[in-house]
């Protein structure tokens, strides 16, 4: 497409994050070894995030990931799957549903208007 197209940028997104479950069933399949759905979720969109963020390290990525991760305090929402960290969405942005409340609705989209208006001025250049 990029060939097609030289005259449109292009911007990756980073496949937004999904929160850790906190029930009491939750916590005790954790104690016991067992995987918790939204736990694995989170592991596979790490990895595919990881790849997005290493192949198109060049071209415009809006990494919603890392933003949804990243709580009011500057802290990330991380767990660990032995040694290696894991991102979550912050419980700060999440709603009953397990979507993003308002809070992290107009965070996020800030940040898209934000990025794509930085990305607009960098191709006027």
């Known amino acids: 497409l990029k060939k097609e197209r030289p005259d449109i940028t292009f911007v990756h997104l980073t496949i937004p994050l999904k929160p850790r479950p906190s029930s009491i069933k939750d916590h005790i399949r954790r104690l016991i070894g067992k995987p ?18 290493e192949t198109f390290k060049d071209e415009p990525i809006f990494d ?4 949804e991760s990243v709580n009011p305090d500057g802290s ?14 912050s419980t700060a942005y999440v709603s009953k549903g397990g979507h993003l409340n308002d809070t992290g609705q ?15 001025s960098e191709k006027k250049q």
């Not at 918790?36 to 963020?53: G, S």
């Not at 919603?64 to 933003?67: P, S």
């Not at 107009?106 to 607009?120: E, G, M, N, P, Q």
């Open 36 to 53: 918790v759905w939204e736990d694995t979720l989170n592991q596979k969109r790490a990895v595919y995030n990881k790849l997005l963020l």
């Open 64 to 67: 919603i990931a890392h933003i």
């Open 76 to 89: 990330r929402e991380v767990f660990f799957n032995g040694d290696k960290p894991y991102y979550a969405l």
């Open 106 to 120: 107009r965070l996020v989209a800030s940040k898209l208007v934000d990025f794509l208006a930085k990305v607009l």
